[in-house]
Every structure is written in structure tokens, then in C-alpha cells.
């Protein structure tokens, strides 16, 4: 499978800055976004997933110390056509059924320049499992404040990779009359997460 090329997340960092000490984050979900694109005769054809997760575990100090896990709902597949989703959830392509997540655990993490890392770890897809390296750049942090006037904190990541889908043994295809075949087995992935810092939960007398 080819190195990956990040722009999630598949797996998103916060450690880049020295406010960013041991802290859990969690994905915001409606502000993020797990896109992708792949041939499909001449020209790309996008898409996304719609429903995600994951948790991240920051440490500014010490980059190796932190971790990353993130989800994603295979059966959320979504490239507005309603035939092509039908058929990209059976068992042509994700077979959602029987393999329902696409899961990223991250095992090792390095810095790798300013405001970037690599992220490597085991990458589940279709039942199979593959140790990727995704390079990760934090977008800066952000102090908020809610509605109920309770403090938290906000940052941003991107990441993107292509992978391979003939590694995860998503393997179908059309031949063409002319010759080549209808997809590409390239897939280019793009994860742009927005998190949220997991605050303590308030003090009760």
C-alpha cells in the first residue's frame, strides 16, 4: 500500500502547541469532514462519509506519548447517487453487513517539522489490516466559550493519504470494450477535523 499523504483521519493531532500539554480531544463531527475521490473512467468522482468519531490523546511535551483513534460508519458512504451508495455498501465494495467500521489505531507517533507529525498505525478496512503512516498538520487552537458561559478550547487538523483499495481486497471492476477498466484503484482520502477539548466535568457539592 503507498504511503499515506494526509491532508483524518482518518487521526488528527493536537500537540503542536505548548498550550496543547496532556489533554483528550474529541472530533466535532459537524464541523469536520472525511472526503475522497477515485477515477471512474476518464475523470474523479467524489464523495464522503458521513458519520465518524474519534478521541485523541495530546501531549505537547512528549509527541511519542500520544494517540490517536478514529471511526468511521462504512455504511455512511455518500456520493449523491442514491444506486452507486447502494451498491458501494454491498458486497461489490465495503460489504457494510459484514464489515460495518473502518477503524484507524494509531501505535507510534513522531514530529516531523513545524506543526507537523507522523502518525503511524494499524488502518482496518473490509477486514483487512494495514500499518499506514499519516502525516498530520495542526491548523492552530482557539479558546471558546458556550452558550452557558463554560470555557473550552478548539483545534483543527488535516491530513490526507492515497490508498490502494486492491490492499483491502476491494476488488471490483468493469473491463471496457476499448480496453482499460472503468475505476481506478487509487483512492485519494482527505480528513479535515475540528476538535473539541474534553473538559472536566463540573464539581458538585
Known sequence: MSRSRFAV???LLLFASP??????????????EV???????????????????????ANAAKPEAS??????????????????????????FFDVEKFPDIA?????????????????GTLVMHGV??????????LGSVATKDRQGREGAKAGFETSVTLNRKDFDITWNRALDNGGVMLGDEVFVQINLE??????????N
Open 9 to 11: 483521519p482518518l487521526t
Open 19 to 32: 498550550a496543547l500539554a496532556q489533554d483528550t480531544w474529541n472530533i466535532d463531527k459537524g464541523h469536520s
Open 35 to 57: 472526503g475522497f475521490q477515485i477515477r471512474h473512467f476518464v475523470t474523479k468522482v467524489r464523495g464522503r462519509f458521513t458519520d465518524f468519531s474519534g478521541t485523541i490523546v
Open 67 to 92: 494517540s490517536v483513534e478514529f471511526t468511521i460508519k462504512a455504511a455512511s458512504i455518500d456520493t449523491d447517487s442514491e444506486n452507486r451508495d447502494k451498491d458501494l455498501r454491498s458486497a461489490n
Open 104 to 120: 484507524f489505531k494509531s501505535s507510534k507517533v513522531k514530529a516531523a517539522g513545524k506543526d507537523k507529525y507522523d502518525v503511524t
Open 129 to 138: 489490516s494495514k500499518e499506514i503512516t499519516l502525516p498530520v498538520t495542526y
Open 195 to 204: 476538535c473539541n477539548k474534553a473538559m472536566p466535568a463540573p464539581k458538585t
